[in-house]
């Protein structure tokens, strides 16, 4: 009885295993920014340190360097030089052919905020030389921009 129901079992669970349903690859080359999945990240008044906040791109090897514009635009409640540095120069961010991540750098500075104002720092990706989609590929163009709220602790 069990040289029956082993084979049979087998036979089972092969069939049912069997998905007919084909997943469609996605392969257009884009580059985004992302921090922790999140679009928009608060960050405390009193903070007093270097943040990395990582650009990605995600491709098959190219034949050239990527060279990606982007803005950084400040909100009216916050100033360089009181409320945080921009530690990265390059512009535009270059990506040496084989690199695939590369870091927009601020540092935090602590100093109290008026909470009328806006508070926001937005690394938005504008585009590039290759034209590589900026953000996810498709209408919403999600992780094209990071906004770094700055909050009173």
Not at 48 to 55: H, K, P
Request: aromatic share 8%.
């Amino acid at each position: 009885m069990k040289k029956i129901i082993l084979p049979l079992l087998a036979i089972i669970l092969t069939l049912t295993s069997c998905n007919k349903e084909e997943i469609e690859v996605y392969d257009e080359p884009f580059v985004h920014i992302n921090f922790n999945n999140i679009s928009t990240s608060n960050i405390n008044s009193n903070r007093r340190d270097i943040v990395s906040y990582y650009v990605y791109l995600s491709t098959k090897p190219l034949a050239k360097d990527l060279l990606l514009d982007y803005s950084i635009i400040i909100g009216d409640g916050l100033q360089e030089g009181v409320d945080f540095k921009i530690i990265t120069t390059e512009y535009p961010l270059v990506f040496p052919i084989g690199i695939y991540r590369r870091p927009i750098q601020i540092q935090w500075l602590d100093h109290v905020l008026d909470a009328e104002k806006d508070n926001t720092l937005t690394i938005k990706l504008n585009s590039n030389n290759l034209g590589i989609t900026v953000g996810f590929p498709g209408p919403d163009a999600n992780q094209s921009k990071l906004i770094l709220q700055k909050v009173n602790s």
